[in-house]
């Protein structure tokens, strides 16, 4: 079955660094691109960042350019989140999303992690 699974979350001081991974299995992890996402508390859940899914395209949330940066590897089946610099507003869940649009139907197809929990407090 399909499985998205995020680790590497944790409590950080401001102006730290994490490095969040997805392991991805059930699917043919190269036709779809992934993405990261994060919800904080009383908040929707917003795009973080983006790659395409031979990984020459990267995009971005304006808050996290430059201090964010997405990665893949097809061979691995694994996307990462390097994180630098934190800020406490980067405090939330975050989440590994696989995303591709269905040959024939174009119909979107989704695939969601359950999560993992980045807290940037001192």
């Known amino acids: 079955q399909v499985q998205l699974v995020e680790s590497g979350g944790g409590l950080v001081q401001p102006g730290g660094s994490l490095r969040l991974s997805c392991a991805a299995s059930g699917f043919t992890f190269s036709y779809y691109s992934m993405n990261w996402y994060r919800q904080a508390p009383g908040k929707e859940r917003e795009l973080v960042a983006g790659i395409s899914s031979a990984g020459s395209v990267t995009n971005y949330a304006d808050s996290v350019k430059g201090r964010f940066t997405i990665s893949r590897d097809n061979a691995k089946n694994t996307v990462s989140l390097q994180m630098a610099r934190l800020k406490p507003e980067d405090t939330a869940v975050y989440y590994c999303?696989?995303?591709?649009?269905?040959?024939?139907?174009?119909?979107?197809?989704?695939?969601w992690g359950q999560g993992t929990q980045v807290t940037v407090s001192s």
């Open positions: 999303n696989a995303h591709t649009i269905v040959v024939g139907t174009w119909a979107p197809r989704d695939y």
